[in-house]
């Protein structure tokens, strides 16, 4: 079957894109509207804002202290003056900082969530090969289309680091360095140029991969019938990508998202970030191929393979949750403050998406995907699979922006410009790609075998 | 019992066994039951068998096993006997919570897959020391066999299982060789 994306869906996609670029753009201009000269300015108005909404004892505590200052000797009145002016200075750069972060963060969690979407389904379809899978090569065509986008993506990620340099990663602040005895004790890990190289070794090893597999997996379909070496040969090459993935994708999640809290670590983080990008991955092979079997583009696929891919959903989902309980509850019940204040500050800055995301990623596919009968209903699954594309959305938020806008955050203009631009650009080169070679892999040894899988 | 005598049809493979069972079902004879050396797949559907119910009664007993953690840990360790652990003298169940989880989930898999077992062999007449109800012990090596209740039509249903491929048809007095 042929595909062409349709004129439609790249006119949608590019629209997205401009509109996120508006977006994108807004947030920038409007972050930086708010500079040295008016911050105090701006920090009166949000607390007059604040005043409206004070509660009884609010201003009670004013009165206290109002009271207090009174009666104390002029000289003491003088010094904490003093001293609250000299803390409101930093106070006044600290949110500077915070409001400048947000349209890079922003653009950051956007940027990363639809590269890790592609990133797990390259995973997803090595795995399907190393394994020699015998119910999933109808999909390979949709995996390979879905992974296209890794190159540009992980470029795009690296390119935002390194502009947004310490708006994002404040161990790339010499200042802050030179003042931080532990970031300085990582300073040989933690140094932009070996970041940067590091990025590049990675996406290199990961798109060599999708590049080989890719044409071995077309050259297949035009080969003899009795040559196999294509298959063969993206058999081996599959093996050897999942070595070097699983190890470079868990040092990628230290990199480009752990290091943002360059204090902080967690020794299964990369799993955890593992099981997030894989079960949106999956998320997303379902929803591309219950949209083009909708279109009547894939009558080979039938609904036992949807039910397997929603089956990977709610299991991946599971998996999830107990990774990120895993992470949670060591920490929380061990209760050492330099690694329990990363939950602290997400508990009480973030805790409707902290806990939302819990609810949508593990609660909602939990019920929603537990019934047999429902996980081959088309509808079904293409709603949880956005309440699951949200949950990790957000889950990818509720680890870069504590670190970046501390409790300054918003899903406003800049979040939604950021998605739109990055998810135009995704459904651009996703469906490009997708309509380039035929959406049957016909010369996968496997092809008849999954034709007729059958739950 | 009405249907006292029954037909035995053994067959040897199970590919010739499933177009069997769909030729009968299509005669429209009710098969009894089919004794088989391993799990055929497709089976049940071929015969017309309903569903299982097996998977809502886990669900069930999951939640009866997660209530019964949440209700046995709030009492040991909220009411009954608060204990510090940790630096964690907390008398709140909710904030202690991740603490029990744990136990939680360990007693909803302990709930649900153990009545899931007992419901199973209580659905299926099975128990410890049970003597097996097995008509003929070659279904436990490489044969398989199909039960059919025969009501003064034997020589029909004969010649017709004969034509599916059975290599062995035997009528039996079922109270003769009764429990």
Same mark, same amino acid.
């Given at each position: ?39 105090? =300015?701006?920090?009166?108005?949000? &607390?007059? @804002? /604040?005043? #409206?909404?004070?509660? %009884?004892? *609010?201003?009670?505590? +004013? ?6 200052? =009174?009666?104390?000797?002029?000289? &003491?009145? @003088? /010094?904490? #003056?003093?001293?609250? %002016?000299? *803390?409101?200075?930093? +106070? ?364 | ?179």
């Amino acid at each position: 079957m042929e595909y062409k994306i349709s004129n439609r869906l790249r006119t949608g996609a590019i629209i997205l894109m401009i509109l996120g670029v508006l977006g994108v753009g807004y947030g920038f201009m409007d972050a930086y509207s708010v500079n040295e000269d008016n911050i105090t =300015e701006f920090l009166a108005n949000e &607390d007059h @804002h /604040g005043d #409206e909404h004070a509660t %009884e004892s *609010h201003g009670e505590e +004013h009165n206290v202290s109002a009271a207090h200052a =009174e009666e104390g000797h002029a000289d &003491d009145a @003088h /010094g904490a #003056e003093a001293e609250a %002016e000299g *803390h409101e200075m930093t +106070h006044e750069e600290h949110v500077l900082h915070q409001l400048h972060n947000r349209p890079y963060a922003a653009l950051y969690v956007a940027a990363f969530f639809f590269f890790m979407i592609s990133l797990g389904v390259l995973a997803f379809y090595a795995i399907q090969y190393a394994a020699q899978a015998g119910w999933s090569p109808v999909l390979f065509r949709v995996m390979e289309g879905i992974t296209s986008y890794v190159l540009p993506g992980g470029v795009l990620v690296l390119l935002i680091a390194f502009f947004a340099d310490s708006h994002i990663f404040i161990w790339m602040d010499e200042n802050v360095v030179a003042h931080d005895a532990i970031i300085q004790n990582k300073s040989g890990w933690l140094d932009k140029t070996w970041f940067m190289i590091r990025g590049l070794i990675f996406l290199g090893g990961w798109s060599a991969y999708r590049h080989f597999s890719r044409k071995f997996s077309v050259a297949q379909d035009l080969a003899d019938v009795n040559d196999n070496s294509n298959f063969k040969k993206n058999f081996r090459i599959s093996a050897a990508f999942l070595v070097f993935y699983i190890y470079t994708e868990s040092i990628m999640s230290w990199d480009w998202i752990m290091s943002v809290d360059p204090h902080w670590f967690s020794t299964l983080f990369g799993w955890y970030v593992f099981a997030s990008m894989f079960v949106s991955g999956i998320t997303v092979i379902a929803l591309i191929t219950i949209f083009l079997k909708s279109k009547g583009l894939l009558p080979f696929v039938n609904d036992s393979h949807i039910h397997d891919l929603a089956k990977f959903m709610f299991g991946i989902s599971i998996f999830w949750t107990y990774l990120w309980f895993s992470q949670f509850m060591l920490i929380w019940y061990a209760n050492i403050p330099e690694e329990v204040t990363y939950f602290v500050t997400r508990i009480e800055d973030y805790n409707l998406p902290f806990f939302g995301m819990v609810a949508l990623n593990f609660l909602f596919p939990l019920l929603l995907l537990m019934n047999s009968d429902y996980k081959r209903i088309p509808w079904f699954v293409v709603m949880t699979g956005v309440v699951i594309l949200f949950g990790h959305y957000l889950d990818i938020f509720n680890m870069i922006m504590p670190a970046t806008v501390g409790d300054r955050w918003f899903i406003g203009i800049p979040e939604i410009g950021s998605v739109l631009f990055f998810g135009g650009l995704f459904m651009l080169i996703v469906f490009t790609s997708l309509g380039k070679y035929p959406l049957l892999a016909k010369g996968n040894p496997f092809m008849k075998e999954s034709e007729h899988f059958h739950y | 019992m009405e249907a006292s005598k029954v037909i035995h049809a053994i067959y040897t493979d199970d590919d010739i066994l499933m177009s069997a069972v769909k030729t009968v079902k299509a005669e429209r004879y009710h098969i009894e039951e089919i004794y088989t050396p391993f799990p055929v797949h497709g089976l049940d559907k071929a015969m017309g068998l309903a569903p299982t119910r097996l998977a809502i009664t886990a669900f069930l007993y999951g939640a009866v096993g997660l209530a019964v953690a949440t209700v046995m840990m709030n009492y040991i360790m909220i009411q009954d006997w608060p204990q510090d652990i940790g630096g964690k003298p907390s008398f709140s169940f909710l904030e202690n919570m991740p603490a029990f989880v744990p136990i939680m989930f360990e007693l909803t898999v302990f709930f649900s897959a153990h009545l899931m077992v007992i419901t199973f062999y209580m659905r299926s007449k099975i128990w410890p020391f049970k003597k097996a109800e097995n008509p003929d012990p070659r279904t436990t090596d490489d044969h398989f066999l199909m039960e059919i209740a025969v009501h003064n039509n034997e020589e029909s249903l004969t010649n017709l299982l004969k034509d599916t491929g059975a290599v062995e048809i035997n009528i039996v007095n079922k109270d003769e060789d009764a429990h």
